[in-house]
């Protein structure tokens, strides 16, 4: 009766997450359609229904208020016109089927052209803009006098930012350009001309605000990147795989161990518990038992034992789906986020390439030794043993110790071939101080 209930659940969930999965078309397009109508709204009210144009020069709440609105609203006219898209074009005829058995209504194609007429209406007037916070340039307000570029200067309260061009406008970074004369000279003369530029200040305000957009986009982005696997991996494991798999599992029929090393560890367990009982009776820490209580409370330590590893064995098969959907929601994230990508590339590269000589030979030797360096060896087999344990595979040691031979060498390699391709190029002098430093 507990089964058949388990089962009933499972059944209802199911089926609701499957209700969901076809609702997802119209709910992504009818968000869609809302977003777009808010940016109808303020034009409305505060635009006499014309264009939102944002100053990307000013400092005006105000300003910075309908800049972030727009920005956020056609952020989730794209995201959820992507999501509908993606969920149509999985959608076949036993999807259809499925609908009217469940009683899901599903999309009518003339309103979906409606609302997609509407929104492609709206949103074309913002076609120029960056919907991952990068600089807003109306060509009917700025013209082309605003440069797509960052300017050497720095002032006090304001930090040094690099000449470089936005990720998307851009292919080259500062491992690929070169010059005639020597950097230092060029910014020299770069930073001259800044200064006598009439409109240093305001390109400078307008420099710090997008590096400061760079930094708030990476850094959620990175957040994102973490916590969305973690959250699936969670969350799937309590409430998709993990009942699912409670339910095929809960049977004393099922097998305890789902390899060798567990089995063996447990014996080890219950051998040692045994001698344990033994000692304690000889020492006279215990009563003295008799063979059949002493049988009693092995078996009953045994029992323990196997609804233990059972829990254990259980858990392992959890982890190997529930860590497939952590893929593919990473995977899914990185897909959709080539901008994000971008950015974050930009961000990492300005930290990078602006830390000082030291620092660069201080993170690299640390990598280094971390990952392909004398004792490395160790935590790479305490990484495979807990990843084979934590997918309830039997530790392969051969397989260890072979990728413990190959790996690191590689890694070692690829380290050595960017210092000496892309480093060596950009800064010699870090290179010089690495060399100093590991000798």
Same mark, same amino acid.
């Given at each position: ?53 944002? #100053? !990307?020069?000013?400092?005006?709440? /105000?300003?910075?208020? *309908?800049?972030?609105?727009? @920005?956020?609203?056609?952020?989730? $006219? =794209? ?117 006598? #530029? !009439?409109?240093?200040?305001?390109? /400078?305000?307008?420099? *710090?605000?997008?590096?400061? @957009?760079?930094?708030?986009?990476? $850094? =959620? ?219």
């Amino acid at each position: 009766m507990n089964n058949l209930s388990i089962s009933q659940k499972v059944y209802a969930y199911l089926v609701s997450l499957y209700k969901w999965y076809l609702k997802t078309p119209a709910r992504s397009l009818d968000e869609a359609y809302q977003a777009a109508l808010r940016i109808k709204q303020i034009e409305d009210q505060h635009f006499n229904g014309s264009q939102i144009i944002i #100053d !990307p020069a000013s400092t005006s709440s /105000v300003n910075d208020y *309908f800049e972030s609105e727009l @920005r956020k609203q056609l952020r989730l $006219v =794209r995201m959820r016109l992507t999501e509908f898209n993606s969920s149509r074009f999985f959608f076949n005829e036993s999807n259809t089927r499925g609908a009217s058995r469940y009683g899901v209504e599903l999309l009518n194609p003339e309103q979906v052209l409606t609302k997609l007429k509407i929104i492609d209406e709206i949103t074309a007037k913002y076609t120029n803009i960056d919907t991952d916070n990068q600089v807003i340039t109306p060509p009917s307000l700025f013209g082309s006098h605003i440069a797509q570029r960052e300017t050497a200067f720095s002032q006090p309260g304001l930090r040094n930012l690099e000449t470089r061009e936005i990720p998307n406008n851009s292919g080259r970074g500062k491992t690929n350009t070169t010059g005639v004369l020597p950097r230092s000279i060029l910014g020299t003369i770069g930073r001259l001309q800044v200064e006598l #530029d !009439p409109s240093a200040e305001q390109d /400078v305000v307008h420099n *710090f605000r997008k590096a400061q @957009r760079r930094t708030i986009i990476a $850094v =959620r982005f990175i957040l994102l990147l973490i916590i969305v696997p973690i959250l699936t991996h969670q969350l799937s494991k309590a409430f998709v795989v993990g009942p699912l798999v409670d339910h095929l599992r809960n049977n004393e029929s099922v097998r305890v161990f789902i390899n060798s090393e567990m089995e063996e560890e447990a014996l080890n367990e219950l051998e040692r518990f045994e001698e344990r009982i033994k000692f304690q009776s000889l020492v006279g820490l215990a009563a003295p038992m008799s063979a059949l209580e002493m049988e009693e409370k092995v078996q009953e330590e045994a029992r323990e034992l196997a609804n233990e590893y059972r829990g254990e064995s259980s858990g392992a098969i959890k982890n190997v789906f529930s860590d497939i959907m952590s893929v593919i929601a990473f995977s899914w994230l990185l897909i959709v986020s080539k901008r994000e990508i971008a950015v974050l590339k930009d961000f990492f590269d300005h930290i990078v390439y602006g830390l000082s000589d030291s620092a660069k030979a201080f993170i690299i030797i640390l990598f280094t030794d971390i990952f392909v360096g004398f004792h490395s060896p160790h935590g790479w087999e305490v990484i495979l043993e807990g990843i084979s344990r934590h997918w309830g595979l039997p530790g392969n040691h051969s397989f260890i110790f072979l990728f413990i031979a190959t790996f690191p060498v590689i890694l070692d390699t690829i380290f050595k071939y960017w210092i000496f391709r892309y480093l060596n190029r950009v800064s010699p002098s870090a290179v010089a101080t690495y060399r100093n430093m590991n000798e």
